[in-house]
């Protein structure tokens, strides 16, 4: 299945835990004395819906005190502020679906020239890289780039994890081995953040 129709099957489980994935992944490195992983309250909430409108206001709070402007933060925090409160709304579907062409479209970017220089990119190259992401999202990731393949191959991987385990005994293992994927990917993304900052320097 393509990711879009792995997102079209998804429950409210593997739509709310893809999307927190997808933000996860995407956060810049903290500074120092900052929280490593402020997105983590929110994993509760993926596998208990009865505690997720809790968890979801404390990470809102979090992020917004913390007021990070560099990289994809400030997407991120709109997007965290675009969640359905309530997880079993219909509007999750819509949302999830937003999170997952970010994180996509923060891979190619990345693949490409890094943040800073995509401000200065042509409408063309812009027009480009949404046609690059669509076209990744339904037939797979021949053309891109090796993070942005990278990445959609781990929000399949992901998707397919949850969808095999819902409703079983296995379902809390999931969710360990979806938060792992995601921990990897998150390294893997700092990583070429780090070292072309140090190429730009």
Known sequence: MSLLELIAA?????????AVACLDRCLPQPADGADPDPLRPLWAGCADGSVWPDRLAAVRAALDAAAVTEGAAPQIRKLLGEAPVDRAAPELREWA???????????CLFDAQGWDEAESESESESEDRIELLNRCRTEGPEGAGPLLAGELRRQIQILETLAETTGTVGSGAALRRVLDLSTEGRRVLRAVVSRQARGRA
């Not at 998804?10 to 893809?18: H, P």
């Not at 679906?97 to 891979?107: G, K, M, T």
């Open 10 to 18: 998804a429950d409210e489980r593997g739509l709310a835990a893809s």
């Open 97 to 107: 679906d937003a999170c997952s062409l970010a994180a996509l479209e923060i891979h």
